[in-house]
């Protein structure tokens, strides 16, 4: 994806296990092919942590917290600002209703690349990371060991990418899809 209008994303989340919850945006990789990129690409995490602090790039002690006990809506909302973007992210609890939000500006080049949903056991790490250059090549990517045992459900997910370029979704499953020109 090539930044130059409003990118709005949501979707609904339930844990099964606890993990962080939330999507990649800007994935990329050093040999610039969105196939590589699906397998070993890096970008920046949007989401919310197990214990329910919300994180935009990286997670900080002083994030504001949902009630993640149930299910909760994340809503993204990316718009242009001065030479960047303001990308605000709210948590809406299943269980009281009550939302949270935390915003943040970003460079535009942040957003540009792949876009994905995230339930990990790793750590998280701040985000975007830098991309290094390709020195050994191996088959499998970094931090894929085996063992990991989080889960989570997801519904209702909605991208909404006005005046976009080069913007390719493929989904399974229930989703809901949107596209504004």
């Known amino acids: 994806m090539e930044p130059s209008g409003e990118l709005e994303l949501s979707v609904r989340f339930g844990q099964i296990d606890h993990a962080p919850l939330g999507f990649r945006v800007g994935i990329k990789q050093q040999m610039n092919d969105y196939r590589a990129a699906a397998i070993d690409g890096r970008g920046m995490n949007i989401g919310i942590n197990a214990d329910g602090r919300l994180f935009l790039g990286s997670l900080e ?7 993640f006990t ?3 809506h994340l809503q993204v909302q990316a718009r242009p600002s001065g030479d960047g973007y303001t990308v605000p992210l709210r948590a809406t609890s299943g269980h009281d209703g009550r939302t949270v939000m935390i915003t943040r500006e970003i460079p ?3 957003l540009t690349g792949g876009l994905a949903l995230v339930c990990s056991s790793g750590p ?3 985000a975007p990371a830098e991309l290094l250059p390709i020195k050994n ?3 499998y990517p970094p931090n894929q060991q085996r063992g990991g045992t989080m889960r989570c459900w997801f519904a209702d997910l909605t991208v909404s990418a006005a005046r976009w370029r080069n913007m390719t979704i493929a989904l399974t499953g229930r989703f809901s899809l949107r596209s504004t020109r």
């Open 108 to 110: 535009g080049e942040w």
């Open 124 to 126: 998280l790490e701040p």
């Open 137 to 139: 090549v191996s088959l």
């Open 61 to 67: 002690d002083s994030a504001p917290k949902a009630d």
């Open 70 to 72: 149930s299910e909760i």
